[in-house]
């Protein structure tokens, strides 16, 4: 399709779809935006409306099938997004698929078999913006022996800003219909990780559900099996440790996200400042007295282009990077290992793939 227009449609028209997909996809050349499908058809008829995009259509199963659709983005919650994958795949459509991946690894292992099986289809996971500013740039010092070896890695996640509130509303990541064995944001994280200093071997997690029970929205009260604080500790394949401790009830004093990255050599410190400003990257080796600011050069900034990356994709201009089917798979199995060792109290070893 180098010369031809793709055209797309969207399933489940939501946040994320709406801030980033959506005008990132419109801003694309020869790219059309012919339908959207969201779980029900008044529903799709209004997100058709306020986004200017062709069709309504009735449910996602009419927008899969509709052979004049080239390609899918699937912004659904996780619970959905290995069907839809399936089927789009089954109709030929190309899949920009919603993070997390899936529910759990068997499901993210279906939609990597799917896309192995149909190699003329471009598959995509949207990868977590959170890095990308300084990802190259961190890649490169580490990987040029800026720290030497990885001795540690040690991260701290505290989203939210409330203490332990039994009345709040449960978000979908609450609720493990919905969001399977994901826990907050830490397959996000892993998968930040992932590119720095590579995957995990085993896993050991201990793990809290501080708030028992939810709103649901249907107004009912709902018990909590997905943890809000869990620490986890992994082995890294290429030889060191991560510590993760993530929560989000630890009220308005938390600190800030942070990445401490430990090394033989040197040490480098990234802190996640949030509200669209880039991360803010320290750093010192063997011998300083200072740990400055490291400024990330322009040639090596990064920044969100995962629209143009799927298309630049299907024109066969470039190979999805940010992120593939493969990658995803890793932080699902990774995410499954977290939920076992939390639940039998013992290590679990990844998958050495």
């Known amino acids: ?42 529903s799709s008829k209004v997100a058709a409306d306020k986004y200017e995009i062709g069709e309504a259509y009735p449910t996602w199963l009419d927008l899969v099938e509709d052979p004049n659709i080239d390609a899918v983005c699937i912004g659904t919650w996780p619970y959905m997004h290995s069907t839809i994958s399936l089927t789009a795949m089954d109709n030929g459509k190309h899949v920009l698929c919603e993070a997390r991946m899936a529910m759990n690894a068997a499901e993210a292992r279906d939609m990597l078999a799917a896309s192995v099986a149909n190699p003329d289809l471009v598959t995509q996971i949207v990868p977590p913006p959170h890095l990308m500013a300084c990802e190259r740039y961190l890649i490169e010092l580490i990987s040029d022996g800026y720290i030497g070896d990885v001795v540690n890695v040690n991260v701290r996640v505290f989203d939210g800003d409330s203490y332990p509130d039994s009345s709040t509303d449960a978000h979908w990541r609450h609720m493990r219909e919905l969001s399977g064995n994901n826990v907050m944001t830490l397959g996000i994280w892993y998968e930040n990780l992932m590119r720095l200093v590579g995957t995990a071997s085993s896993v050991m997690a201990q793990a809290q559900i501080v708030v028992p029970h939810r709103n649901g929205p249907d107004g009912d009260r709902y018990q ?40 033989s050599e040197g040490t480098i410190r990234v802190e996640v400042i949030g509200g669209g400003e880039d991360p803010r990257v320290t750093g010192a080796r063997r011998g300083d007295d200072a740990m400055p600011e490291l400024i990330v050069p322009d040639d090596k900034r990064g920044s969100w282009r995962v629209e143009e990356e799927f298309i630049n994709a299907i024109r066969g201009i470039e190979p999805v990077t940010r992120s593939n089917f493969t990658d995803s798979v890793k932080y699902m199995e990774f995410t499954d290992a977290v939920q076992k060792s939390w639940q039998s109290g013992t290590r679990i070893y990844l998958p050495n793939v």
Do not use: C, K
């Open 224 to 263: 909590m099996t997905i943890p809000d604080q869990v620490d986890v500790i992994y082995s890294l394949s290429g030889g060191g440790t991560v510590n993760i401790s993530m929560s989000t009830v630890f009220g308005p004093f938390a600190p800030p996200t942070e990445i401490w990255i430990f090394g």
């Open 1 to 42: 399709m180098a010369n031809e227009t793709i055209r797309v449609g969207f399933i489940g028209a939501g946040a994320n779809t709406a801030l980033r997909h959506i005008p990132g996809l419109r801003a694309q050349e020869g790219v059309e935006l012919v339908g959207v499908a969201n779980r029900s058809l008044e």
